[in-house]
């Protein structure tokens, strides 16, 4: 009896470690996705207005690599739900009536839009016309934003929860007003910051590929394009999601000021509160013993003001402790604070990057490798392909991390919501199986898209287009 009543506490930091990995690897491939599709939809289009092959050749390129993501992100967004009732069965019971209807919508609508479109799409190459056809992908990339958008409705109600009651004989969470839980305040901010996200990092993968092969010189007249198509996007949106994510601290400084003040490692109250560059802390002490930042920095993230208070941790903990009951209210700090710079950092990096490109695409340099600068930018762009990467990450580590020790943000604890007859043992067993089977698939994924690279762009088809009526009359080829 003893055992079992440890049993959840013990299995607690192992089942946090598992869901943490899991959803990491699961979201390397869904902002790619996301961000791919719509640049296969642009190819696509740019092929049906003009008739030109080689950006037919393009959408099928990267058509080809959009859909191994796309099956990768269905695998291992499977695992997900299983966790939740594997490891999380008492949060899986308190928010089961609030997430039923957004995660079926996602399942029934979005994920059948994709799918099914998604298949028009690779077998419709010269068997539909060519709007119809077009329209498919289009009707893809609608799929993949829905799918999005559901799954963060589900997530901001974790973050901010709205249009619910809790059932007095039960303790659960009862949905009252779905359409308070679609048109939720945090929802706004997180679904575009997270659109923008994902379109940035599938203009950034296009850029750094397409860079190999101008390195190369090889299907210039094919990459060129791609590349000032794909710097054009990435300008937009890394600049984008950095106003977003402007708007989205101030919403955060009413919502979740915990969240905030430990990403700015601000332990005390303050006006015209600095923005922290660089700190470090003593977490028992509850003081930063290095701080160096920009004066009113905060206030004016926070509030659009230089003046403005901005609460502090050990403020905001005593708050909580009179609302909530005795308890630590606080998130790791460290995570928290270094997460928050990281995400920062990378998300500069590709703004620069971006603006670099755009301006020698401007001056129509870009496909030039003799120049020097221009050279070198295009030797950085492979490697930079892991900058949305990480700032994804370092985003979801931020958002998640940061809002503990909640799982359900001021109504459930995470150590509350753990399964209650899940031991320790069974935690790591599992936590290793999905290890090793999520090594293999990897292994996997990047070998099948350093095949599809390698083998370039499918080459011309030799159709006959009838450039009055445009219409295609297939001569062969085939996805």
């Known amino acids: 009896m003893v055992e079992e009543e440890h049993t959840p506490v013990e299995a607690l930091e192992f089942a946090r470690i598992q869901f943490g990995s899991t959803t990491i690897y699961h979201f390397f491939f869904v902002p790619i996705s996301i961000g791919l599709a719509p640049l296969v939809a642009i190819f696509h289009t740019q092929y049906v207005r003009t008739g030109e092959e080689r950006y037919r050749r ?19 967004g499977i695992v997900q739900e299983f966790q939740f009732g594997m490891n999380w069965s008492s949060y899986s019971w308190f928010v089961g009536d609030i997430f039923g209807a957004p995660l079926a919508l996602e399942g029934l609508l979005a994920f059948f839009l994709e799918s099914t479109f998604l298949g028009l799409w690779i077998f419709g190459w ?46 659960q969470a009862r949905l009252d007003n779905f359409l308070e839980v679609l048109t939720n305040p945090y929802l706004a901010g997180q679904f575009a910051h997270t659109i923008f996200a994902a379109w940035v990092t599938g203009a950034f993968v296009v850029l750094g590929i397409s860079a190999i092969f101008l390195l190369k010189k090889r299907d210039v007249e094919v990459f060129a394009p791609a590349a000032r198509t794909a710097v054009t996007i990435a300008v937009i949106t890394s600049i984008g999601v950095a106003f977003v994510g402007h708007e989205q601290a101030q919403h955060l400084t009413e919502a979740q000021p915990m ?35 920009i004066p009113r920095g905060l206030s004016l993230l926070a509030t659009n003001t230089l003046d403005a208070e901005v609460r502090g941790i050990n403020d905001i903990q005593a708050e909580y402790e009179e609302e909530f009951g005795p308890g630590n209210y606080i998130p790791a700090v460290g995570v928290t604070y270094w997460s928050f710079r990281i995400m920062v950092g990378a998300g500069m990096a590709m703004i620069a990057l971006a603006l670099f490109g755009l301006f020698n695409s401007l001056k129509g340099r870009l496909p030039d490798t003799d120049r020097r600068w221009n ?23 931020l958002t998640e991390m940061g809002r503990q020790p909640w799982v359900v943000y001021g109504l459930l604890l995470t150590e509350d919501g753990v399964s209650q007859s899940v031991s320790r043992w069974e935690v790591i067993l599992t936590l290793s199986g999905f290890t090793l089977v999520y090594g293999v698939l990897m292994v996997v994924t990047v070998g099948l898209i350093k095949r599809q690279v390698e083998k370039g762009a499918p080459e011309e088809t030799g159709e006959d287009v ?14």
Not at 142 to 171: C, E, K, R
Not at 259 to 284: M, R, Y
Not at 375 to 397: D, E, K, S
């Open 58 to 76: 393009l959408a099928k390129f990267w058509g080809k690599i959009f859909l191994i993501l796309f099956a990768m992100g269905i695998v291992t």
């Open 375 to 397: 050279r070198l930018w295009l030797q950085v762009m492979p490697w930079a392909i892991g900058l949305p990467f990480i700032a994804n990450t370092a985003g979801w580590i």
């Open 259 to 293: 969240k905030i003040a430990a990403a700015e490692a601000l332990w005390e109250t303050e006006e015209g509160a600095a923005l922290s560059l660089f700190a470090v802390g003593d977490v028992q002490e509850r003081e930063n013993i290095v701080d160096i930042g």
């Open 126 to 171: 010269d068997r539909l016309s060519p709007k119809l056809h077009l329209a498919t992908i289009w009707l893809v990339v609608i799929g993949t934003h829905l799918s999005a958008y559901f799954i963060l409705a589900a997530n901001s109600w974790m973050q901010h929860p709205v249009g619910f009651t809790i059932d007095p004989d039960t303790g």
């Open 466 to 479: 009838d450039e009055e009526h445009r219409t295609f009359a297939p001569l062969g080829g085939a996805y």
